[in-house]
């Protein structure tokens, strides 16, 4: 009930000047009540012990009844200062940890579309780049998006137990029909610049380590047969291994999917939602091998969650790879997850044998059954998904909304309107809830 009443505490400044004038009201209130401090009914509890042994020779033990009635309203006002002076201090130690939240910077500043302009929340020291080399290539076609134009191409709930590895597109369903990127143009005119936030934090239990996630958000323009066309590329990546190899295996996945998207992307002649959304499963798949063939040099064990976005066209192309999320929030409908997590948890509650809710607690709740590095072969999830005036895409590793449940992140973004923002209280949220881990998050309104 308070985690409840804090974030709401958190996002309207009025509950806020209300709280505090009605915690001063309570002051006055006790203070003249009982006569300021300490409250008369404690001395006069003192005054009544004190008197006690006078009046046991003349009144036997009929004397503790004078102290009775101070007593019992002396537990009352204790108990009421207590609450009120337990309230006021919990307020004070979450002024106290926003203040060091605002401390360290939680967003950027973003160039408009006109610009190309890169945001990379990453730091390795060594200058270390790709094991393998991504050159940029024509990527194969896998097999057509399937259901109808603008729904989101979810996958399917596995046939047999266990975590076996589902396609998200099987090749068995019928195709879906390409639509020419010229009749996208002018159906859908360019709604670029995004407005974009960026949330990143160490967490609470890891304020000494490096932050292991990366995170990119990319806006630019090209020209397509003689048109401009703007775009976004937004990935969170989730290292694992240990702070070092964490580090550099959510760096190889953001290198790998950065430079097969924007080469692709720009040298592209046949632009469509299979071309879209190949070039990022084959950059998850270039992240893949690289992360794999480094950690094979090293001899040592890393791998990374991974979501990506590319948003053309009123379009977002989505892909991910563990329990890294991408959500869209829409007024009308609220915040829908887009991702699958492939974590046993998620395989539990998709078998019935857990609760939605019992995810945040279950004890194997870390274990991912499908990590970019793993091996030699990855299978990639993907999703399409037809956007709207004022959506917002969410992208967030599970440091973020293991701490902050969905319901809340919905409040949140319905409440504030600026992105950065947005992320900042998302983060702040995060860290409330423990910050257990490292915290990364981007919101894109479109």
Known sequence: MFAEFLTMYDIHRWLRYVTWLGLGCLFVFFLMAEGGLPPQSWLSLIQSVLNLPALWPAHGIFALTSVVNPLIWSVIWGCLWFVVLKICMA?????????????????????????????????????????????????????PLSGDSGSLVLPRRPVSEGLADVPTRPAAEPAHSTVPLDALSAEHPAALPLRIGVGWHTGLLRRDAPNEDSVVAFQGTYTYQGRLLPFGLFVVADGMG???DGLLASRIAMQSMSHTVLQNIIMGRELSDEFFTDMLVGGGEWANMAI??????????MGTTLTAALVINMRAYVVNVGDSRTYLFRDTTGLMQVTRDHSLVASLVAFGQITPDEVYTHPERSKIYRSVGQGEDLHVDS?????????????????????????????????????????DRLVQMALRGGGCDNISVLVVDV
């Open 292 to 301: 794999y063939q480094r950690a094979q040099a090293d001899g040592t064990e």
């Open 91 to 143: 307020l004070f130690q979450h002024h106290q940890q926003l203040s060091l939240q605002v401390a360290q910077p939680l967003s950027g500043s973003w160039l408009p579309a006109s610009q190309l302009s890169l945001a990379v929340s990453s730091q390795l020291h060594g200058g270390d780049s790709l094991g393998v080399a991504v050159p940029r290539l024509r990527l194969p076609q896998r097999s």
């Open 383 to 423: 999703f399409v998904v037809d956007l709207q005036p004022h959506d917002r895409l969410v992208l967030c590793s599970d440091g973020l909304w293991e701490m902050v449940r969905d319901p809340v992140i919905e409040r949140v973004l319905r409440a504030n309107d600026n992105a950065s923002v947005a992320c």
């Open 242 to 244: 240990g702070h070092v």
